[in-house]
């Protein structure tokens, strides 16, 4: 099993940034890489960010000027740094954990609200 524990939403402006943390434990030989998702009020939950366990990085073209994905192995953390939020921004962030590249793992999500 693992154990994704995510942190770092709150309320922001916009404009301005956030770096939510997502803490990894358990038993993570068969990870092959995790992803940031959102799911805003009455929307699909979408995956925007993932980074593999070579740390190949995708981020989706509508994000990725603004957000990094990344990883601390020795923290046992995967980062989301967020620039430049926006009032669109605003939505529940989950990390979640790949096997075999499918997300078998997720958190509970923390969220982010931002004002305009």
């Known amino acids: 099993q693992v154990q994704l524990a995510e942190s770092g939403g709150g309320l922001v402006q916009a404009g301005e940034s956030l770096r939510l943390s997502c803490v990894v434990s358990g038993s993570i030989a068969d990870i092959s890489g995790f992803g940031w998702y959102r799911q805003a009020p009455g929307k699909e939950r979408d995956v925007f960010a993932i980074?593999?366990?070579?740390?190949?990085?995708f981020v989706v073209d509508s994000v990725k000027d603004r957000f990094t994905i990344s990883r601390d192995d020795a923290k046992n953390t995967v980062y989301l740094q967020m620039n430049n939020l926006q009032p669109g921004d605003t939505a529940m962030y989950y990390c979640?954990?790949?096997?075999?590249?499918?997300?078998?793992?997720w958190g509970v999500g923390t969220q982010v609200t931002v004002s305009s």
């Open positions: 979640a954990a790949y096997v075999n590249y499918d997300p078998r793992y």
């Open positions: 980074i593999s366990y070579d740390n190949s990085t």
